[in-house]
């Protein structure tokens, strides 16, 4: 299997990106440009609402992890028809090639999320490395996470094409009602108890928390909660697939 999800992930490679350096670069340049535009967008009034964070160490720690979780259910949905030949070999599975794209996902955006912190801290933001391992952990889970609802994808976009469709606009609502860009605690207090149902918000909250600890996050925010609901989306990502994975391979 870890030979499977190797070859998988450097062809994945190789079809995202080409022989182009190019296409690594731009995959640093696109989350970069769309946090420079958040900030040109939003910078001068919402840092003033943040407390105890700064406005790009707030996008960064938002936009970036929401781009893994949101790439990785996308790329989940062609996952079956970009590697329809493969799957006559025995030895690689479906499985295997949604691991590998997620995995992708992760390394690029975490890539990104480094260099742009680096680049913060030169530049005289604060972020703490005091939670640095916290932080691993928090981007793990989000691993995890993530690739328990691209299974969930993966099984569902198959059978039924009409998601290809509806999924660009949901995670369009979910990029906002994450957090990803603006801060919570601007959400009235009556409304904020429907925010808190994704799991997702308070991922978020956490990881801003432990790259800056003068970070308070918003009332609710819970690990245990964002625990809980990725074991869920993990246990019903498994058992869809463990249910669905011959007729996945067999689909037209």
């Keep these: 299997m870890y030979a499977s999800i190797r070859a998988l992930f450097l062809r994945e490679l190789q079809t995202r990106f080409g022989h182009?350096?190019?296409?690594?670069?731009?995959?640093?340049?696109?989350?970069?440009?769309?946090i420079i535009f958040m900030l040109i967008l939003f910078g001068g009034f919402v840092?003033?609402?943040?407390?105890?964070?700064?406005?790009?160490?707030f996008l960064i720690n938002g936009i970036l992890p929401f781009f893994v979780f949101r790439k990785s259910a996308m790329q989940a949905l062609g996952v079956i028809s970009?590697?329809?030949?493969?799957?006559s070999y025995r030895s690689v599975k479906p499985i295997d090639a949604l691991i590998a794209r997620t995995f992708l996902e992760l390394v690029l955006y975490f890539t990104c999320y480094a260099?742009?912190?680096?680049?913060?801290?030169?530049?005289?933001?604060?972020?703490?490395?005091?939670n640095i391992i916290l932080l691993f952990v928090y981007w793990l889970l989000l691993f995890i996470f993530s690739l328990g609802f691209a299974s969930i994808m993966l099984v569902v976009g198959v059978f039924s094409k009409e998601l290809n469709?509806?999924?660009?606009?949901?995670?369009?609502?979910?990029?906002?009602?994450?957090?990803?860009i603006f801060p919570l605690h601007r959400v009235p207090e009556e409304y904020l108890i429907y925010f808190m149902w994704n799991p997702?918000?308070?991922?978020?909250?956490?990881?801003?928390?432990?790259?800056?600890?003068?970070?308070?996050?918003?009332?609710?925010?819970s690990f245990w909660y964002f625990l809980i609901c990725t074991n869920i989306v993990v246990f019903l990502g498994l058992l869809l697939y463990r249910a669905f994975s011959r007729r996945l391979v067999k689909t037209k």
């Design 20 to 34: 182009y350096r190019i296409g690594y670069i731009w995959a640093l340049i696109e989350p970069s440009l769309n």
């Design 82 to 87: 970009a590697n329809k030949g493969l799957f």
């Design 115 to 130: 260099l742009l912190s680096f680049i913060l801290a030169w530049l005289g933001y604060h972020i703490s490395y005091s």
């Design 200 to 221: 997702v918000a308070h991922l978020l909250e956490l990881i801003r928390h432990a790259a800056s600890p003068s970070y308070d996050t918003v009332n609710g925010t």
């Design 165 to 180: 469709k509806l999924a660009p606009p949901i995670f369009l609502i979910l990029y906002f009602v994450s957090g990803a």
């Design 47 to 57: 840092h003033r609402t943040i407390p105890g964070i700064e406005y790009p160490v």
